[in-house]
């Protein structure tokens, strides 16, 4: 899977789960961007459905304890959003990838 594809499958998955708004042209760094900003937005109106968000995507609370003590928070809580998405998307693959490689013997 090449970098692009990645990016576009985390930018799928953050889009359903976060209601972004992405531009045709993704990156890293915009997908962050906008990421970003919806923390803050999130937060800004009441931590409940953000804290609901957090926990559906299994990131950890010491991880989100760490940067919350930090500058720059939503943009260190986009940062770690982002990898986990990244995390999952390589699992994934993983995964399919021994599903494919098992013995075709023990198929039925």
């Known amino acids: 899977m090449t970098d692009t594809s990645i990016i576009h499958e985390i930018a ?4 359903q789960d976060w ?8 990156s ?3 997908i962050l961007k906008l990421l ?3 923390i803050v937005t999130l937060l800004e109106r009441g931590p ?14 010491k991880k989100l304890n760490s940067v ?4 720059d928070v939503a943009v260190k809580i986009a ?3 982002y990898d986990r998405q990244l995390q999952k998307i390589r699992s994934r693959q993983e995964n399919r990838m021994k599903k ?4 075709p013997e023990l198929k039925w």
């Open 12 to 15: 799928h998955a953050l889009q």
């Open 19 to 26: 209601e972004l708004r992405l531009p045709d042209m993704l």
């Open 28 to 30: 890293e760094e915009a």
């Open 36 to 38: 970003a900003d919806r």
């Open 48 to 61: 409940e459905e953000f804290f609901q968000l957090m926990y559906r995507l299994d990131i950890s609370e």
């Open 68 to 71: 919350m003590q930090e500058d």
């Open 79 to 81: 940062r770690l959003i």
């Open 100 to 103: 494919e490689s098992d013995d």
